[in-house]
């Protein structure tokens, strides 16, 4: 099965080169079919031409560069929009997901799932990030009764049929599984690697905690209910 790998980056120069050869490396080893979709969130460094240059030298990758930073959720959002497959994979820039880590994934989407969410079992990152992304997974196991241990692992693999309804804008990609599992969709857990990041500065922090916090009480509305939330529009920039 053919699918889509949708890489959102903000300010990774550093990194893409090195997760793109890892990404195809890792893929052409186990025989899959796939796309990759370079969404660049308005960087101010060069990675832009760093996917530029990436998406010159091979014909199934493709780069989509926004007008400015909007963020992740806008960035995944026409990552998605733009796959021309059903089936596609996110996972970060920073080098902290494996990719050979993805045919697991995509294999257990095969098998009926809906979503197939990474499970990050040995974290790499900070003491405090583990702590809160710990209060913040028991917080919606308790609020949704979802029963995935990892909910906002960057690394997952899911039909764009199925979470079409989800609005991923204003941090709500976050809670992407609560949302599919309130409404029914079927999801998976598998054990993945993660990593030290490789270069640079982790984008995570203050105002992404206030975000993911704001974005909570949308998501159990919009999950209880009929609510269609569209994502905030968006430019592209052509002829880059």
Same mark, same amino acid.
């Not at 780069?63 to 996110?90: C, E, F, P, Q, W």
């Not at 880590?101 to 790499?124: F, H, M, Q």
């Not at 049929?161 to 409404?183: E, K, V």
């Given at each position: ?43 101010? $460094? /060069?990675?832009? *031409? ?11 990758? +493709? @780069?989509? #560069? ?58 790499? $990152? /900070?003491?405090? *990030? ?11 196991? +308790? @609020?949704? #009764? ?95």
């Amino acid at each position: 099965m053919k699918f889509t790998v949708v890489i959102p980056v903000y300010n990774e120069e550093g990194n893409l080169s090195g997760v793109l050869s890892e990404l195809e490396g890792a893929l052409d080893s186990g025989g899959c079919e796939y796309d990759i979709i370079i969404v660049d969130d308005g960087s101010s $460094d /060069g990675t832009a *031409k760093t996917a530029r240059e990436s998406s010159k030298e091979r014909t199934n990758v +493709s @780069l989509i #560069r926004l007008d400015r930073h909007y963020g992740k959720g806008v960035a995944l959002t026409a990552g998605i929009k733009n796959a021309k497959t059903d089936v596609v994979v996110s996972m970060d820039g920073d080098g902290q997901d494996d990719p050979a880590d993805i045919p697991r994934l995509v294999g257990a989407l095969n098998g009926g799932c809906d979503i197939v969410t990474g499970n990050r079992t040995k974290r790499a $990152d /900070g003491a405090c *990030k583990r702590m809160l992304s710990k209060a913040y997974n028991l917080l919606l196991m +308790s @609020l949704f #009764r979802v029963k995935t241990h990892d909910n906002n692992c960057p690394l997952k693999a899911f039909r764009k049929s199925s979470i079409d309804w989800i609005c991923l804008d204003f941090g709500l990609y976050r809670y992407m599984n609560p949302m599919a599992h309130i409404r029914g969709l079927r999801l998976h857990e598998v054990d993945v690697v993660n990593r030290p990041r490789r270069w640079g500065k982790s984008k995570y922090g203050l105002g992404r905690i206030i975000s993911g916090v704001l974005a909570l009480p949308a998501s159990f509305i919009i999950a209880h209910s009929r609510i269609r939330l569209a994502c905030r529009p968006y430019r592209l920039m052509r002829g880059l």
